[in-house]
């Protein structure tokens, strides 16, 4: 499944970004293949969340390049990477509680007919869109309040997909799902991954889960890429081990230093 | 968790009849989903109260007096209610409204300006200053409250210095324009009635309106959605503040004097704010009805205006208000709960 130079979707070298004193990427390089979909994985506190923003225009990177489709671009705003086709759904999902359904799948790109808005047009395209993707809900009326996280998170993903997004970036979207919202999440990235038009990269922190759904799993380990590997090569077992080791390592070397600190910290281990 | 218990038990089970209930049913429930029918309900029982107990009540010039005594706060409050929705609160738009007729004053009688771009040059006046609100709250990230705290006593300070805290009397000049801005005496009410409509529709059927609540509703989320919310704040700062000069103009033409008690300090942003809450506006962001709004400016204007028709002392009248405002509140937070579950 590695990505030839043609069907390359998106590559990103040597980015790096600082917030003030913090390292938060040091140097990252990662490919994207067209139609791939491909797990980030990593520590809390690694720099996935940074990345993400990165690539979809919310922050700039203090170095490094990004090339799209072939082509190197600065991303100047989150709009910008929006009209190349890079979107994301953000662990917060960016809905508003206090509007409907249908003017979350629309927001900041309602259809107007100036100077009102055309609520009739985007109510029947949610509903439409909606139905076509499978996701089941009462009523696209209904305040985003009132549904539950799985349907929340379905939206999100559905409002990326929905205007001809042809990078998909997914932050946490199995954060505090129950299994069987977290099953519609999955089934909704399969079906994106049969059309085959849309290449995503999915931020979870489940290995179970994103191994049934990946092509390839990389390690974001402090501020650059440490692993790299096809799905089929690697295991849950791997990909936890080797999360844990850079823990327990840290963990030693922190007993070395101050041997009572371990005992303090972690008194039932 | 109770208080949801006990209100299941009143509402009956109903999901099973949806299609076959009456029409008057759902004409009531959806009256009853929209937040501004509670106000209405209070308004019109007022109005048949005082009616009741005073003839003198429905009589035109009482019913302008009224109308006088609400247009002003409503108007500021369909600016305010933006500002709210947008999470953010102007203290300084009272003051604003105080300034803006002097300006008027100031560049007819002093630079020998035409009114009508006397009036327009005032109105940019006070744009500028919800400018200044907004990029001070948004830029220099100061909270909305101590931003337009600060304004508001440079204005005042402004407005007493210029004119050595004495009335000025309307411009010459003025006789033509001044029918549409308070000499005829449904003007106000005119106004009034144009600036809710144009805000409602503002807030409840554009863009703006719709990245205003998503900019109160959830500031990050709209920023992530790629919504410009420092501008949206900023413009509703901007909209207010020239409402407010509009105010100030309106009543110096209609009391016939331009006095820098006009606005009374911070007094008349403070009952548009109570007339926000009262019609139904949360503090809190995100929600807010323009609507609502002119039905709280009613409410205050008639309960003080019967009070007096009926014999009862002002005096107790900030009672009245105090409690409205609280009970406005507690309702409102209990009907937005009410309605996420989903039972209204």
């Not at chain 2, 009508?116 to 907004?134: D, E, H, M, Q, T």
């Not at chain 2, 919310?229 to 009543?251: A, D, P, Q, Y």
């Amino acid at each position: 499944m590695a990505a030839d130079r043609n069907g390359e979707a998106l590559r990103v070298e040597h980015i790096a970004k600082h917030f003030g004193g913090v390292t938060a990427l040091a140097d990252v390089n990662l490919r994207l293949a067209k139609g791939e979909v491909l797990g980030l994985i990593g520590d809390n506190g690694a720099g996935k969340s940074t990345l993400i923003k990165i690539i979809c225009g919310f922050h700039q990177p203090d170095a490094g390049r990004i090339v799209i489709n072939g082509d190197e671009v600065t991303l100047r705003s989150v709009d910008h990477a929006r009209s190349l086709g890079i979107d994301t759904v953000y662990q917060d999902l960016a809905l508003v509680n206090e509007l409907s359904v249908y003017h979350n799948m629309f927001l900041n790109r309602e259809l107007v007919r100036w100077p009102l808005l055309s609520n009739r047009r985007m109510r029947k395209l949610a509903r439409q869109h909606l139905d076509d993707m499978g996701v089941n809900l009462p009523s696209v009326d209904d305040e985003v309040a009132k549904l539950s996280g799985g349907q929340r998170q379905a939206i999100a993903v559905a409002r990326s997909v929905y205007t001809d997004a042809r990078i998909l970036l997914l932050d946490e979207p199995l954060a505090a799902m129950g299994a069987k919202e977290g099953a519609l999440i999955l089934d909704l990235v399969r079906d994106l991954k049969a059309k085959g038009d849309v290449s995503i990269i999915i931020i979870a922190h489940n290995y179970g889960q994103i191994l049934e759904v990946c092509d390839r799993i990389n390690l974001l380990q402090h501020g650059s890429i440490t692993f790299d590997k096809p799905t089929s090569q690697t295991s849950v077992q791997e990909l936890t081990d080797l999360v844990v080791a850079e823990y327990r390592a840290a963990r030693t070397q922190k007993l070395q230093a101050d041997p009572g600190a371990g005992a303090r910290q972690a008194p039932r281990s | 968790m109770s208080d949801t218990i006990e209100v299941a038990e009143r509402v009956e089970p109903a999901p099973a009849g949806r299609p076959s209930r009456g029409i008057l049913r759902r004409v009531g429930e959806e009256f009853l989903r929209r937040r501004e029918a509670s106000v209405l309900v209070v308004a019109v029982a007022l109005g048949v109260y005082f009616a009741s107990a005073s003839p003198a009540f429905l009589t035109q010039p009482n019913l302008v007096n009224i109308s006088q005594a609400t247009a002003p706060v409503a108007i500021i409050a369909a600016g305010l209610v933006l500002v709210l929705v947008s999470g953010e609160i102007d203290l300084s738009v009272a003051a604003v409204a105080a300034l803006a007729p002097f300006n008027m004053h100031y560049l007819v009688d002093f630079y020998s300006v035409p009114v009508l771009p006397a009036i327009l040059l005032a109105l940019a006046v006070s744009a500028a200053i919800g400018f200044a609100n907004g990029a001070i709250t948004v830029y220099l990230k100061v909270p909305s409250f101590v931003t337009t705290l600060g304004t508001g006593y440079i204005v005042i300070g402004i407005v007493l210095t210029t004119s050595h805290a004495y009335p000025a009397p309307i411009p010459e000049g003025a006789e033509g324009i001044s029918k549409w801005f308070g000499v005829w005496p449904w003007a106000h009410l005119t106004w009034a009635v144009l600036v809710t409509i144009v805000f409602h529709l503002l807030l409840t059927r554009t863009r703006w309106g719709l990245h205003t609540v998503a900019t109160g509703g959830n500031l990050l989320g709209a920023t992530e959605a790629g919504i410009r919310s420092g501008r949206i704040k900023i413009g509703n700062f901007m909209m207010l503040s020239v409402l407010g000069g509009l105010v100030g103009i309106m009543e110096a033409f209609r009391i016939n004097t331009i006095d820098p008690n006009i606005g009374g300090g911070f007094e008349l942003m403070f009952v548009a704010v109570s007339a926000a809450v009262i019609g139904g506006t949360a503090l809190a962001g995100g929600s807010g009805t323009v609507v609502g709004a002119f039905l709280g400016a009613l409410v205050l204007a008639e309960l003080q205006n019967g009070f007096n028709l009926i014999g009862i002392s002002a005096n107790p009248y900030f009672l009245i208000q105090g409690a409205a405002i609280l009970i406005a509140m507690i309702a409102n937070v209990r009907l937005s709960r009410l309605r996420r579950a989903g039972r209204v």
